[in-house]
Nanobody, 126 residues
Framework: QVQLVESGGGLVQPGGSLRLSCAVSGRSVSRTTVAWFRQAPGKEREFVAARFRGSSGTYYQDSVKGRFTISGDNARNTVHLQMSGLKADDSGVYYC???????????????????WGQGTQVTVSS
């Protein structure tokens, strides 16, 4: 029932900015947890950021703190990931994930999420 569609990926220069979007259907983003994960070639999928139970709280991987911001647009039922100061290490496929009942301690592990988008490619390169 829940569907997630990522968009906004692309090629950006180091130090640049990019905004990813996760359009959610079947669940209100104001009442559920939506997270972003990424996977670079040769690396495991890793947690990036999460918006826990709507506006209850936001959480970030240490390496992106101060550079990335996760936010929700309730009118469009969309969650965004605003990325700035991008580095080559930020490159990878970015996925959004959703779970309405996940507990806070589990939000950092993708195995706990019920729904996933198809991913959008982010490439940071000169």
């Amino acid at each position: 029932q829940v569907q997630l569609v990522e968009s906004g990926g692309g090629l950006v220069q180091p130090g640049g900015s990019l905004r990813l979007s996760c359009a959610v259907s079947g669940r209100s983003v104001s009442r559920t947890t939506v997270a972003w994960f990424r996977q670079a070639p040769g690396k495991e999928r890793e947690f990036v950021a999460a918006r826990f139970r709507g506006s209850s709280g936001t959480y970030y991987q240490d390496s992106v703190k101060g550079r990335f911001t996760i936010s929700g647009d309730n009118a469009r039922n969309t969650v965004h990931l605003q990325m700035s100061g991008l580095k080559a290490d930020d490159s990878g496929v970015y996925y959004c994930a959703e779970d309405s009942t996940i507990i806070l301690s589990s939000i950092f592990d993708g195995r706990h999420y019920d729904y996933w988008g198809q991913g959008t490619q982010v490439t940071v390169s000169s």
